[in-house]
Protein backbone atom coordinates (compact mmCIF):
# COMPACT_ATOMS: atom_id res chain seq x y z
CA UNK A 1 0.00 0.00 0.00
CA UNK A 2 2.96 2.27 0.44
CA UNK A 3 3.09 2.48 -3.49
CA UNK A 4 -0.61 2.76 -3.92
CA UNK A 5 -1.11 5.56 -1.09
CA UNK A 6 1.87 7.46 -0.54
CA UNK A 7 1.92 9.80 2.37
CA UNK A 8 3.48 12.92 2.54
CA UNK A 9 3.35 16.92 3.44
CA UNK A 10 3.97 20.58 2.35
CA UNK A 11 7.71 21.16 2.22
CA UNK A 12 9.43 24.43 1.93
CA UNK A 13 11.22 25.16 -1.50
CA UNK A 14 13.02 28.23 -0.18
CA UNK A 15 16.10 29.06 -1.31
CA UNK A 16 15.17 26.98 -4.93
CA UNK A 17 13.05 24.56 -5.39
CA UNK A 18 15.99 21.55 -5.29
CA UNK A 19 15.78 21.99 -1.90
CA UNK A 20 12.38 20.55 -1.46
CA UNK A 21 13.54 16.92 -1.88
CA UNK A 22 15.28 16.70 1.16
CA UNK A 23 13.00 18.90 3.11
CA UNK A 24 10.58 16.03 2.35
CA UNK A 25 13.34 13.52 2.96
CA UNK A 26 13.85 15.07 6.39
CA UNK A 27 10.44 14.44 7.24
CA UNK A 28 10.25 10.82 6.16
CA UNK A 29 7.90 11.79 3.09
CA UNK A 30 7.13 9.07 0.64
CA UNK A 31 5.66 12.46 -1.63
CA UNK A 32 5.75 15.99 -0.83
CA UNK A 33 3.67 19.31 -1.85
CA UNK A 34 5.37 22.51 -2.86
CA UNK A 35 4.65 25.67 -3.85
CA UNK A 36 6.84 27.10 -6.64
CA UNK A 37 6.13 30.94 -6.14
CA UNK A 38 4.86 32.73 -2.97
CA UNK A 39 1.82 31.79 -1.72
CA UNK A 40 0.44 35.17 -0.76
CA UNK A 41 1.64 36.89 -3.78
CA UNK A 42 4.62 38.31 -5.42
CA UNK A 43 6.93 37.50 -8.19
CA UNK A 44 7.86 34.25 -9.23
CA UNK A 45 11.43 33.36 -9.63
CA UNK A 46 12.36 31.84 -12.60
CA UNK A 47 12.61 28.59 -12.89
CA UNK A 48 15.49 28.08 -15.73
CA UNK A 49 16.68 24.89 -17.47
CA UNK A 50 19.72 24.27 -14.84
CA UNK A 51 17.23 24.23 -11.59
CA UNK A 52 14.82 21.54 -13.89
CA UNK A 53 17.97 19.26 -13.83
CA UNK A 54 19.04 20.26 -10.10
CA UNK A 55 15.59 19.33 -8.99
CA UNK A 56 15.62 16.02 -10.75
CA UNK A 57 19.04 15.23 -9.33
CA UNK A 58 17.57 16.04 -6.02
CA UNK A 59 14.35 14.07 -6.24
CA UNK A 60 16.63 10.95 -7.64
CA UNK A 61 19.33 11.16 -5.01
CA UNK A 62 16.41 11.64 -2.41
CA UNK A 63 14.65 8.62 -3.90
CA UNK A 64 11.26 10.51 -4.40
CA UNK A 65 9.10 9.41 -7.78
CA UNK A 66 6.03 11.88 -7.31
CA UNK A 67 5.93 15.39 -5.96
CA UNK A 68 2.47 17.90 -6.06
CA UNK A 69 2.15 21.49 -6.54
CA UNK A 70 0.05 23.87 -4.45
CA UNK A 71 -1.31 27.03 -6.64
CA UNK A 72 -0.68 30.14 -4.85
CA UNK A 73 -3.71 31.42 -2.25
CA UNK A 74 -3.58 34.78 -4.01
CA UNK A 75 -6.27 34.06 -7.00
CA UNK A 76 -10.16 34.56 -7.01
CA UNK A 77 -12.23 33.53 -10.18
CA UNK A 78 -15.18 34.57 -8.59
CA UNK A 79 -13.84 38.01 -8.49
CA UNK A 80 -15.73 41.15 -9.66
CA UNK A 81 -12.32 42.77 -10.45
CA UNK A 82 -11.79 42.30 -13.67
CA UNK A 83 -7.77 42.71 -12.69
CA UNK A 84 -8.19 40.12 -10.11
CA UNK A 85 -10.10 37.27 -12.44
CA UNK A 86 -7.75 37.48 -15.51
CA UNK A 87 -4.69 37.98 -12.89
CA UNK A 88 -5.62 34.36 -11.60
CA UNK A 89 -6.02 32.77 -15.19
CA UNK A 90 -2.74 34.16 -15.87
CA UNK A 91 -1.12 32.72 -12.85
CA UNK A 92 -2.44 29.41 -12.35
CA UNK A 93 -2.13 28.85 -16.47
CA UNK A 94 1.69 30.02 -15.56
CA UNK A 95 2.28 27.87 -12.81
CA UNK A 96 0.47 24.55 -14.31
CA UNK A 97 3.62 25.49 -17.43
CA UNK A 98 6.14 25.88 -13.87
CA UNK A 99 4.59 22.40 -12.06
CA UNK A 100 5.03 20.64 -15.60
CA UNK A 101 8.37 21.58 -16.22
CA UNK A 102 9.57 20.14 -12.94
CA UNK A 103 7.55 16.86 -13.22
CA UNK A 104 4.79 17.30 -11.18
CA UNK A 105 2.27 14.52 -11.17
CA UNK A 106 -0.85 17.09 -9.92
CA UNK A 107 -1.43 21.02 -9.19
CA UNK A 108 -4.74 21.97 -7.13
CA UNK A 109 -6.20 25.15 -6.51
CA UNK A 110 -8.46 27.38 -4.01
CA UNK A 111 -10.65 28.96 -6.02
CA UNK A 112 -11.87 31.63 -4.36
CA UNK A 113 -14.70 33.37 -3.51
CA UNK A 114 -17.81 34.41 -5.74
CA UNK A 115 -19.41 37.40 -2.78
CA UNK A 116 -18.99 40.02 -5.28
CA UNK A 117 -20.68 38.53 -8.13
CA UNK A 118 -23.30 35.91 -6.29
CA UNK A 119 -22.85 32.61 -6.77
CA UNK A 120 -25.25 32.27 -10.38
CA UNK A 121 -22.63 34.59 -12.09
CA UNK A 122 -19.95 33.37 -9.98
CA UNK A 123 -20.06 30.13 -10.84
CA UNK A 124 -20.12 30.99 -14.57
CA UNK A 125 -17.32 33.37 -14.48
CA UNK A 126 -15.25 30.78 -12.62
CA UNK A 127 -16.04 27.93 -15.36
CA UNK A 128 -15.02 30.50 -18.00
CA UNK A 129 -11.42 30.89 -16.09
CA UNK A 130 -10.72 27.48 -15.90
CA UNK A 131 -11.39 26.81 -19.58
CA UNK A 132 -9.16 29.52 -20.17
CA UNK A 133 -6.71 28.60 -17.50
CA UNK A 134 -7.03 24.94 -19.92
CA UNK A 135 -6.43 26.56 -22.87
CA UNK A 136 -3.29 28.50 -22.05
CA UNK A 137 -1.78 25.59 -20.40
CA UNK A 138 -2.05 23.03 -23.12
CA UNK A 139 -1.16 25.28 -25.86
CA UNK A 140 2.03 25.94 -24.16
CA UNK A 141 2.69 22.10 -23.27
CA UNK A 142 4.53 20.00 -25.44
CA UNK A 143 3.78 17.28 -23.42
CA UNK A 144 0.95 17.10 -20.25
CA UNK A 145 2.60 15.62 -17.15
CA UNK A 146 0.75 18.11 -14.66
CA UNK A 147 -3.06 17.67 -13.88
CA UNK A 148 -5.31 20.26 -12.90
CA UNK A 149 -7.34 19.69 -9.93
CA UNK A 150 -10.10 21.32 -7.99
CA UNK A 151 -10.07 21.39 -4.26
CA UNK A 152 -12.98 21.41 -1.80
CA UNK A 153 -13.71 24.37 0.11
CA UNK A 154 -14.70 24.58 3.62
CA UNK A 155 -17.42 26.55 3.45
CA UNK A 156 -16.61 29.65 4.93
CA UNK A 157 -18.57 32.54 3.69
CA UNK A 158 -19.31 32.18 -0.08
CA UNK A 159 -16.55 30.21 -1.08
CA UNK A 160 -16.34 28.25 -4.36
CA UNK A 161 -16.74 24.60 -4.47
CA UNK A 162 -17.67 23.83 -0.94
CA UNK A 163 -19.89 21.24 -2.13
CA UNK A 164 -20.15 17.95 -4.20
CA UNK A 165 -22.41 19.43 -6.56
CA UNK A 166 -20.65 22.64 -7.03
CA UNK A 167 -17.31 20.72 -8.00
CA UNK A 168 -19.42 18.75 -10.31
CA UNK A 169 -20.99 21.73 -11.76
CA UNK A 170 -17.27 23.51 -12.37
CA UNK A 171 -15.85 20.42 -13.91
CA UNK A 172 -18.47 19.88 -15.80
CA UNK A 173 -17.11 21.68 -18.93
CA UNK A 174 -13.23 20.97 -17.86
CA UNK A 175 -13.92 17.18 -18.53
CA UNK A 176 -12.80 17.42 -22.50
CA UNK A 177 -9.18 18.72 -21.73
CA UNK A 178 -6.34 15.93 -21.02
CA UNK A 179 -5.10 18.33 -18.54
CA UNK A 180 -8.23 17.74 -15.97
CA UNK A 181 -7.14 15.53 -13.14
CA UNK A 182 -10.10 15.77 -10.94
CA UNK A 183 -10.73 16.29 -7.32
CA UNK A 184 -8.62 16.94 -4.13
CA UNK A 185 -10.52 15.95 -1.38
CA UNK A 186 -9.19 18.16 1.81
CA UNK A 187 -10.35 16.34 4.87
CA UNK A 188 -10.42 19.29 6.98
CA UNK A 189 -12.50 21.51 4.60
CA UNK A 190 -15.09 18.50 3.49
CA UNK A 191 -15.52 18.01 7.85
CA UNK A 192 -16.01 21.24 7.89
CA UNK A 193 -18.33 22.00 5.23
CA UNK A 194 -20.55 18.97 6.68
CA UNK A 195 -19.38 15.85 5.09
CA UNK A 196 -19.14 13.19 7.89
CA UNK A 197 -16.81 10.57 7.42
CA UNK A 198 -15.28 9.35 10.55
CA UNK A 199 -17.25 5.62 10.95
CA UNK A 200 -17.32 2.89 8.39
CA UNK A 201 -20.74 4.15 7.79
CA UNK A 202 -21.02 7.61 7.40
CA UNK A 203 -17.34 7.38 4.94
CA UNK A 204 -19.21 5.03 2.94
CA UNK A 205 -22.35 7.73 2.87
CA UNK A 206 -20.15 10.44 1.85
CA UNK A 207 -18.38 8.93 -0.39
CA UNK A 208 -21.81 7.88 -1.84
CA UNK A 209 -22.86 11.29 -2.78
CA UNK A 210 -19.29 11.96 -3.95
CA UNK A 211 -19.30 9.54 -6.48
CA UNK A 212 -23.32 9.87 -7.37
CA UNK A 213 -22.32 13.82 -7.76
CA UNK A 214 -19.13 13.48 -8.76
CA UNK A 215 -18.01 9.89 -9.62
CA UNK A 216 -14.99 8.19 -7.73
CA UNK A 217 -12.77 7.81 -10.39
CA UNK A 218 -12.20 11.98 -10.52
CA UNK A 219 -10.94 11.72 -7.00
CA UNK A 220 -6.93 11.82 -7.25
CA UNK A 221 -5.93 13.02 -3.99
CA UNK A 222 -6.47 14.22 -0.18
CA UNK A 223 -5.21 16.56 1.81
CA UNK A 224 -4.72 15.11 5.38
CA UNK A 225 -5.82 17.24 7.94
CA UNK A 226 -7.45 17.02 11.91
CA UNK A 227 -10.28 20.29 12.38
CA UNK A 228 -10.20 22.35 15.05
CA UNK A 229 -13.51 23.21 13.87
CA UNK A 230 -16.68 20.83 14.80
CA UNK A 231 -18.66 18.92 11.97
CA UNK A 232 -20.44 21.44 9.79
CA UNK A 233 -18.14 24.31 11.69
CA UNK A 234 -17.48 25.92 7.83
CA UNK A 235 -14.04 26.99 8.78
CA UNK A 236 -10.92 26.64 7.21
CA UNK A 237 -8.75 25.79 10.76
CA UNK A 238 -6.17 22.80 10.07
CA UNK A 239 -5.22 20.54 13.49
CA UNK A 240 -2.78 18.20 14.11
CA UNK A 241 -4.12 14.40 13.51
CA UNK A 242 -5.55 12.65 16.17
CA UNK A 243 -6.11 16.35 18.29
CA UNK A 244 -9.11 17.79 16.75
CA UNK A 245 -12.04 16.79 15.92
CA UNK A 246 -11.53 14.01 13.13
CA UNK A 247 -9.59 12.57 15.55
CA UNK A 248 -7.49 8.86 15.04
CA UNK A 249 -10.53 6.58 14.62
CA UNK A 250 -12.20 8.90 11.65
CA UNK A 251 -8.63 9.41 9.58
CA UNK A 252 -8.40 5.16 10.41
CA UNK A 253 -12.29 5.23 8.90
CA UNK A 254 -11.51 7.46 6.07
CA UNK A 255 -8.15 5.60 4.69
CA UNK A 256 -9.80 2.59 5.01
CA UNK A 257 -12.32 3.31 2.34
CA UNK A 258 -9.54 4.82 0.06
CA UNK A 259 -8.18 1.69 0.36
CA UNK A 260 -10.83 -0.72 0.06
CA UNK A 261 -11.85 1.03 -3.22
CA UNK A 262 -8.52 1.83 -4.49
CA UNK A 263 -9.80 0.20 -7.95
CA UNK A 264 -11.48 3.56 -8.49
CA UNK A 265 -8.10 5.08 -9.03
CA UNK A 266 -7.25 2.64 -11.89
CA UNK A 267 -4.18 1.94 -9.87
CA UNK A 268 -2.51 4.83 -10.36
CA UNK A 269 -1.32 6.20 -6.73
CA UNK A 270 -3.41 8.25 -4.63
CA UNK A 271 -1.23 11.53 -2.97
CA UNK A 272 -2.11 11.54 1.01
CA UNK A 273 -0.82 15.33 1.99
CA UNK A 274 -0.27 16.88 5.32
CA UNK A 275 -1.03 20.52 5.54
CA UNK A 276 -0.38 20.87 9.76
CA UNK A 277 2.08 23.46 11.04
CA UNK A 278 5.54 21.77 10.95
CA UNK A 279 6.34 21.32 14.76
CA UNK A 280 4.30 18.13 14.74
CA UNK A 281 4.32 17.11 11.51
CA UNK A 282 6.62 14.35 11.21
CA UNK A 283 4.67 12.71 14.00
CA UNK A 284 1.49 13.26 12.28
CA UNK A 285 3.14 11.33 8.92
CA UNK A 286 4.43 8.57 12.01
CA UNK A 287 0.58 8.18 12.54
CA UNK A 288 -0.79 8.09 9.48
CA UNK A 289 1.59 5.31 8.09
CA UNK A 290 0.44 3.71 11.72
CA UNK A 291 -2.47 3.55 10.25
CA UNK A 292 -1.79 2.73 7.14
CA UNK A 293 0.16 -0.54 8.23
CA UNK A 294 -2.94 -1.51 10.42
CA UNK A 295 -5.51 -1.49 7.53
Known amino acids: MENMFKIGCH????????NAPKNAADLECEIFQIFTRPPMGGPAPKILEADIERFKSEMEKYKFSEFVVHAPYIVNFGSA???????????????????????????????GSF????QEKGMEQAKKGFIAVLNKY???????KTKFLLEI???AGEVIGDTFEELAELMEPLL???????ICFDTQHA???????????????????????????WLKMSHVNDSKVPLGGRKDRHEHIGEGEIGEKGFSAFMKFLISNYKFQNKSSFPLILETEHDKVKEDIKILKKLREKI
Open 153 to 155: AAG
Open 115 to 118: KDLG
Open 176 to 182: KYKSFGG
Open 191 to 217: FSGGYDFRTPKTAAETFKKFDKAIGLK
Open 11 to 18: VSAAGGVW
Open 81 to 111: KKTTFHGSISVVSEELVRANSLGASLLMIHM
Open 138 to 144: EASAKII
